[in-house]
């Protein structure tokens, strides 16, 4: 919304349109998530990797993956699996800054969120992004805070965009954030799209036969570990009570 201010007194001039929304932690009209995964130290968790693409995607939200710490581990496994899901994917090292730069141009008008698990290195990458450094935090404008039961949100303006949360977005409830039924899914992995001809027009992708998903996956064309992430989300899906 739009706020006009005389001094203490605030008035609401517009409610602008609201494109998505997530909530917990309570936030609105993310255009970016930069999905943070380490390499190593902590092994990588594609799961909740998955997870937050699938997020993404049902929120209209664009997800780019950010492999971190390229100095300890080779990012080409994490590279191909999401390469081939189809999923924009860069490799930074934070400690060394290579790679930030990058980030910094996709940032541009946009408001970006951070995410991922704990410890892949959310909070060293805005470091080395010069936003969270103590130095240097005094630089960035603060423009908005709310307060919610179980996490602070707060927005800063940056590289002529909004980073949403620092230092970092890891305390996603996926329970409410993901709501797709069991038919909806399998939108939210790209790279199943690709892949018709199942022999049921209903085809769960689970136990049918003649499946060209299960196909792609036994040939090396969908990664193993997404289609293991499907199989938990839809699961979840079921159990799901849907109003």
């Given at each position: ?35 943070v ?41 994490l ?13 930074v090292?934070?400690?060394s ?58 927005l ?58 299960k196909t ?28």
């Amino acid at each position: 919304m739009k706020i006009s201010l005389t001094g203490d007194d605030g008035v609401i001039d517009e409610i602008l349109p609201r494109k998505n929304a997530l909530i917990r932690p309570p936030i609105a009209n993310i255009d970016i998530m930069f999905i943070v995964v380490a390499t190593a130290d902590p092994d990588p968790s594609l799961n909740v990797t998955d997870k937050l693409i699938a997020v993404c995607e049902e929120n209209d939200i664009r997800p780019i993956i950010v492999i971190n710490k390229t100095d300890i581990k080779s990012p080409k496994e994490l590279e191909d699996i999401y390469n081939k899901a189809e999923i924009e994917t860069l490799t930074v090292c934070a400690h060394s800054g290579e790679g930030c730069e990058k980030i910094k141009e996709l940032i541009g008008s946009n408001i970006c969120a951070f995410g991922g698990n704990s410890g892949v290195g959310k909070s060293s990458i805005l470091k080395a992004l010069g936003i969270c450094d103590d130095a240097e935090i005094g630089e960035i404008s603060k423009i908005s805070r709310g307060k919610h039961t179980t996490k602070r949100v707060e927005l800063f303006e940056a590289f002529g965009g909004y980073i949403a949360d620092t230092p970092g977005f890891g305390d996603i409830s996926y329970e409410e954030c993901l709501r797709a039924t069991k038919s909806e899914v399998a939108s939210l992995f790209r790279e199943f799209s690709k892949y018709e001809g199942c022999r049921f027009d209903d085809c769960a992708h689970i136990n049918e036969p003649d499946c060209a998903i299960k196909t792609a996956v036994e040939n090396g064309e969908i990664a193993l570990s997404r289609y293991e992430s499907y199989k938990e989300i839809y699961e979840e899906s079921l159990k799901r009570k849907n109003y």
